[in-house]
């Protein structure tokens, strides 16, 4: 059964960091890529940042490029997204997604989700 699990969530004000991880388990994380995405109250899902399994390609949305680094450690089955310069219209529950398919920013093309974790940035 494959599961993800993210964490590093919380409260911080504007112009802080945050680094979120996201652990697998169920699957062998080097076969996989693993997109980061985010819901807003009241928006729909949006691609944040996607990056394969040992961070050769990674794609960024216009919105976070600069300001955030998506990582993996495929011995750790482990994922990351490093977000500096956070911005109050970066608040959301982020998610963490993988699949065995292409590099996306189509949330529809991953497999696997986790529950996601939220992320506050006050102003």
């Known amino acids: 059964q494959v599961q993800l699990v993210e964490s590093g969530g919380g409260l911080v004000r504007t112009g802080g960091s945050l680094r979120l991880s996201c652990v697998a388990s169920g699957l062998s994380f080097n076969s996989y ?10 928006k729909e899902r949006e691609f944040v940042a996607a990056a394969t399994w040992n961070g050769g390609d990674t ?26 310069s956070l911005k109050p219209e970066d608040t959301a529950v982020y ?26 940035v006050s102003s």
Not at 59 to 84: C, E, H, P
């Open 59 to 84: 794609r960024y949305a216009d919105s976070v490029k600069g300001r955030f680094t998506i990582s993996t450690d495929y011995t750790k089955n482990t994922g990351y997204l490093q977000m500096n």
């Open 33 to 42: 890529v693993m997109g980061w995405f985010r819901q807003a109250p009241g």
């Open 95 to 120: 998610y963490c997604a993988v699949t065995k398919k292409i590099l996306s920013d189509w949330s529809q093309g991953y497999d696997y989700w986790g529950q996601g974790t939220q992320v506050t």
